[in-house]
């Protein structure tokens, strides 16, 4: 076995690539790794063309472009992408001159990554780290990885990041919001919501818009958005919503919610298209609180866009191992399953899974993306590094690249994060941090971030909604790992400009360069679910998210139907000069969190509510004007 640096002509050349301040909440350090134990270093090279993906999108995302619409096709989108022939060449031969021999070290086929077979003893010497093993204390999971790692100056531009390194897990993920009455709501990673609302022991009549501002259904918000609609070319449409396996929506719950709220008998027994991504799985008999996030998801998605047009169920994970975000991108790409170095088994679901009654395959690249596909789940943005959030937002633009449209629920704790949790100053989380802590992939400036309004008590259907404050708070703010994106330079400065802050500006990112979310909402309060075989309230931005997925749809359908393409990435049309007056402003309402009365919804853009809610008949004369 050979050993590296010592011979090394690198060891005085050495620059910091990533570091990791703290463990996140939950971790423990246990010991140093043992040195002779075998490792599979990932290393991702550096995609050509990154800095101009913005300039890409926007070239056929706004209205103003000539090549508004004409998206491209996955093959372009690899050829653009791919890393330089020069980064490969550099960083085998800073392999090769570090000891490294050739029959160790491999490359993807898409020559995205490269791989080498080692040691931790070896590993630790290439890139000047420590290794240590690590516990997750709630769930008993080990980990390895290290602090923080060092590369050669002339070799750092060539590689986005290394795994296994300083990532840390984020396999399992929570939903947002979906507060409802269970005594106590356990989500997948284990961490534990109060009881929030009672279980409906009345309803009232359906389709009654009079009780509209106490129970939500899917009249009440046709009623609210204008949408009138009823899809006539589901054939050449597409829908998805994204579930990570324990979740598990229970179709006789479907059925009961479609014979009350549907006006179409053939929706009673619709079934949603299951797409099986990694192992995805319907546990059998589901309980409440494994049920209460795909039931909402499903009831409002089908309920809204009618049995005429399918929806698509991707489930992600099997049961023993789960899924991030990654796994599921892979299936919608394969290159991004070599992307930078591939699943990072410290954040990633690893496949095949070897484990008793595991999934044995790997699903790369096969799954044909949704033209529209929404997720209610989402990290804080602190709980992974600069590096890997930036590998998973670069694959959202290219997906709005291809004409899809990528939705996001931006979070129920209004400035806070997921559990509450707030940032110290040194980057850690707790319920007692003063820092305001955003959201992931909401954050992302090329995922569209969906935020929650409420009706006030006795409004009607009619009147003015507000930012969500009762039992959850619309998710928003200012990301502390991306820029500002260009779309929305101008409304964000507009906003900072005009509304001054109640709190210290070093609690958040007031830099006034950030990418700021959400970019729009809809009402995320009071939703009648049926879970369970009972009719249940339910808040979040998990139930605004599909509910402007549902909206996007129902456009997209009238775009095909006149032989038009989909919207695709929305950010930079609506907000735009055409679109200015296509969403009902709010202004009335804060985000929380922190220990502060966090932001004010305000005229126009605000990092509570965004652009505002979706006025249907606006939207649809909009973007039919649009090639």
């Known amino acids: 076995m050979l050993i590296l640096v010592s011979a090394s002509p690198y060891l005085n050349n050495l620059s910091t690539h990533e570091r990791r301040h703290h463990l996140p909440a939950g971790w423990m350090r246990i010991d140093q790794h043992n040195a002779s134990k075998p490792l599979q270093l990932r290393i991702g090279l550096t995609q050509s063309n990154l800095s101009k993906l913005e300039e890409l999108l926007h070239d056929v995302s706004h209205p103003d472009s000539t090549n508004y619409g004409k998206h491209w096709s996955p093959a372009r989108i690899a050829k653009a992408f791919q890393p330089s022939k020069r980064s490969t060449d550099e960083v085998k031969l800073w392999l090769s001159q570090s000891g490294v021999d050739e029959g160790r070290v491999g490359i993807s086929k898409s020559g995205n990554w490269i791989h080498v077979n080692s040691t931790v003893g070896e590993v630790e010497k290439l890139l000047n780290a420590q290794y240590f093993v690590y516990r997750h204390e709630e769930s008993g999971e080990m980990h390895l990885g290290c602090e923080e790692y060092s590369l050669p100056s002339h070799i750092t531009p060539h590689i986005d990041f290394i795994t296994p390194t300083v990532h840390f897990s984020a396999a399992v993920i929570k939903p947002h919001g979906v507060a409802a009455h269970t005594g106590t709501f356990v989500n997948t990673l284990g961490y534990k919501q109060p009881p929030k609302t009672k279980k409906l022991e009345s309803l009232k009549a359906s389709g009654d818009l009079e009780r509209c501002h106490d129970q939500i259904e899917p009249a009440c918000l046709r009623a609210l958005y204008g949408m009138h609609y009823e899809p006539m070319f589901g054939e050449l449409n597409s829908f998805g919503i994204v579930e990570y396996t324990p979740q598990s929506y229970n179709q ?369 004369a909009r973007w039919l004007e649009l090639p």
Not at 345 to 352: F, L, N, V
Not at 591 to 619: H, I, Q, R, Y
């Open 252 to 620: 006789s719950d479907l059925d009961l919610f479609a014979s009350r709220y549907s006006s179409s008998p053939s929706a009673v027994g619709k079934e949603p298209n299951l797409v099986a991504i990694d192992g995805g799985t319907l546990i059998a008999f589901p309980n409440f609180d494994l049920t209460v996030e795909s039931n909402l998801d499903l009831e409002y998605a089908m309920g809204i866009v009618g049995p005429r047009q399918n929806v698509t169920l991707y489930q992600v994970g099997d049961t023993s191992e789960g899924a991030s975000f990654g796994n599921f991108l892979d299936a919608l790409d394969g290159a991004f399953c070599q992307f930078e170095g591939g699943d990072d088994p410290s954040e990633d679901g690893i496949y095949p899974n070897r484990r008793p009654g595991g999934y044995h395959g790997r699903d790369c690249g096969t799954t044909n993306p949704a033209n529209v596909i929404s997720t209610s789940y989402g990290y804080n943005e602190a709980e992974l590094t600069p590096a890997y959030t930036a590998r998973q937002c670069a694959e959202y633009g290219k997906l709005g690249l291809m004409g899809i449209t990528v939705l996001y629920s931006s979070g129920d704790n209004g400035v806070a994060g997921n559990r509450g949790y707030c940032l110290h100053e040194d980057g850690s989380q707790s319920e007692s941090g003063h820092n305001f802590n955003p959201s992931f992939p909401a954050s992302c400036p090329y995922v569209t971030s969906v935020g929650a309004t409420m009706m006030l008590p006795d409004a009607s259907v009619n009147d003015a909604e507000v930012a969500c404050e009762r039992t959850i708070y619309s998710g928003g703010g200012f990301s502390n790992h991306f820029e500002l994106p260009k779309y929305q330079k101008t409304q964000v400065q507009d906003y900072l400009k005009k509304n001054r802050p109640l709190f210290e500006k070093s609690r958040w990112n007031s830099t006034g360069n950030s990418r700021a979310f959400p970019d729009l909402s809809a009402n995320g309060a009071n939703y009648v679910t049926t879970i369970d075989g009972g009719f249940y309230s339910v808040f979040g931005t998990s139930a605004s998210t599909p509910v402007v997925g549902a909206i996007l749809t129902l456009i997209n359908d009238l775009r095909l139907g006149l032989g038009k393409t989909p919207t695709g990435f929305i950010n930079p049309a609506i907000y735009s000069s055409l679109f200015q007056d296509a969403f009902n402003d709010i202004t009335e309402g804060r985000n929380p969190g922190c220990g502060t009365e966090g932001f004010g919804a305000a005229p126009g853009w605000d990092p509570v509510t965004g652009l505002g809610t979706p006025s249907f008949p606006k939207l649809v």
